[in-house]
């Protein structure tokens, strides 16, 4: 694999639940978390999303409390890093060899707009370029659909992550997500496992296949990813 040290990052432009009112769209931290850790240890990071331009934001990662953890507030207030999210690469203008890793944040709006056939596409692209897949929370919902050039789903036979039903019912969207994504990644084949308690920070690794559970697990990621490419 050859040595880009930049890093994709891949987000939604879905800014609302299809049968509910609810606003979503990125969870801030799930970006911020990552980014600034990669940055950090020396990588360039761009970001794309499924249709390209503006990016919403989940309100709820917005919160006080959010916005205290690592940085994220000082993110949220810096204009420049905040202009990257008007208008964000289109998925459609990506050249897998421009980059080491790719990486997909949560928020609720990926669950409508991540499961497209042109980015399991480049997905597939990535994985069987030798480069590192990862994801964060709902993120996984970008590896559902990733057909390899065997016909093999990607994560069939994985072991695997994401936000798990039941911190779903904790933040009480399980009636207006449109699936369950720790069943979707069963039913595909992956081994799915989860943290003991809701919440807590957990990653799992399997080759250059990089997963986290929930937004805390975002600078977890990170670090995992950062440190495959370090040792590759």
Not at 87 to 114: C, E, P, Q, R
Request: aromatic content about 10%; some cysteine; hydrophobic content about 40%.
């Amino acid at each position: 694999m050859s040595n880009t040290n930049r890093i994709l990052v891949i987000v939604t432009n879905v800014n609302e639940y299809e049968k509910v009112g609810y606003r979503t769209g990125l969870w801030l931290g799930e970006l911020t978390h990552f980014y600034d850790f990669a940055v950090e240890n020396g990588f360039a990071v761009d970001i794309a999303s499924p249709a390209g331009g503006f990016v919403p934001i989940d309100p709820e990662s917005l919160a006080h409390d959010y916005l205290d953890e690592l940085g994220t507030g000082e993110r949220y207030r810096d204009r420049e890093f905040m202009n990257l999210l008007d208008d964000s690469k289109k998925i459609a203008d990506v050249d897998v060899d421009d980059y080491d890793a790719i990486y997909f944040t949560g928020g609720h709006g990926v669950m409508f707009d991540f499961r497209g056939d042109e980015l399991g596409a480049l997905t597939a692209k990535f994985y069987e370029s030798g480069k590192i897949v990862s994801a964060v929370c709902h993120g996984p919902v970008g590896l559902l659909n990733v057909p390899l050039s065997t016909g093999a789903a990607m994560i069939a036979g994985k072991n695997v992550t994401g936000f798990s039903w039941p911190e779903e019912e904790l933040a009480q969207r399980a009636d207006a997500v449109p699936f369950n994504l720790q069943e979707e990644m069963a039913k595909i084949g992956a081994n799915y496992s989860m943290a003991d308690k809701p919440f807590e920070t957990y990653v799992v690794e399997d080759g250059r296949l990089i997963t986290g559970q929930n937004p805390g697990s975002a600078r977890a990621v990170a670090e995992a990813v950062v440190g495959a490419l370090q040792a590759a």
